[in-house]
């Protein structure tokens, strides 16, 4: 009827239907009946629920079961259905946000960190709950890479809320003409004179010196050069603004030889 993962899916429901039948057929009974792994709820229009029990927390990593229901027709023949019950482990996928600033643009003009801590972890169809979702509870993505709030890449939507926390780096793009940091006028003018090809190729060079600097100027929990290779997904996000001017690629997305994705996404 159902595959129902425990720890991440423990719910499911939907309707049965009869076959060939007319207005002598039997129908459904309405009744609750108690499974090993869940109670089952059944409607006489044929609507169904099915919630899994504290049974399931006897069972073992890894380890699939199946639970039969039996029902009961209005006339007194009776049916059984099946649900499958797995239990899996999820592989955690680390996840880390490169926040790319102008002078005159910040990603945080269109987004917060709280709205992105909401995006990948905490609404109803969130990132995570999405990856779980079609994955079977075998996927998720884990909210910091490393449990040590006195990293640089805690970033934080409110202080100290957990929930409202994601890994993050925040750059601002150099003016490598002018000095300071580079505004979106400025990178726009140039991108149509300028021999300097990063005003024109999408942000992938603006990508790289994020990367580069931020290997320069954070460590790890070992004192070590941060590498962004060590989480499984890197985001790096640009402002509107600069997608409106035409300086980034939209839904751009390189895929290492290693399998980490590096998308480039303007927040639209």
Excluded at 27 to 39: K, L, M, N, P, R
Excluded at 52 to 67: C, F, H, R, Y
Excluded at 128 to 146: A, C, M, P, V, W
Excluded at 174 to 184: I, K
Aim: one cysteine or more; proline letters at 2%.
């Amino acid at each position: 009827m159902a595959t129902l993962v425990v720890g991440t899916s423990e719910y499911a429901e939907g309707t049965l239907e009869l076959e060939g039948t007319d207005s002598k057929s039997p129908g459904f009974q309405a009744s609750t009946i108690e499974g090993q792994y869940g109670s089952f709820k059944l409607y006489d229009s044929g609507n169904w629920e099915y919630q899994l029990n504290s049974n399931t927390s006897s069972l073992n990593n890894g380890q699939s079961v199946e639970d039969t229901i039996s029902i009961q027709l209005t006339n007194g023949d009776q049916h059984s259905i099946t649900f499958a019950i797995q239990t899996i482990e999820a592989t955690e996928n680390s996840i880390v946000f490169i926040l790319m600033n102008f002078s005159d643009a910040a990603v945080t003009d269109d987004v917060s960190i709280s709205q992105l801590a909401n995006m990948t972890f905490n609404d109803t169809d969130s990132l995570d709950n999405t990856y779980k979702e079609n994955s079977f509870g075998q996927l998720k993505f884990k909210r910091h890479l490393i449990s040590d709030q006195s990293l640089a890449q805690y970033c934080y939507g409110e202080d100290n809320n957990e929930s409202s926390s994601i890994d993050c780096f925040v750059y601002s793009i150099p003016d490598s003409q002018s000095g300071g940091v580079l505004s979106v006028g400025n990178a726009q003018a140039r991108s149509g004179s300028s021999q300097d090809g990063q005003y024109s190729d999408g942000g992938y060079t603006w990508r790289d010196n994020a990367t580069t600097w931020i290997q320069n100027n954070f460590v790890d929990s070992n004192s070590r050069p941060v590498n962004l290779n060590d989480w499984r997904h890197r985001v790096f996000i640009f402002p509107r603004a600069a997608n409106n001017a035409g300086l980034v690629g939209t839904g751009v997305a390189s895929v290492r030889g290693d399998g980490a994705s590096l998308p480039q996404i303007p927040i639209n």
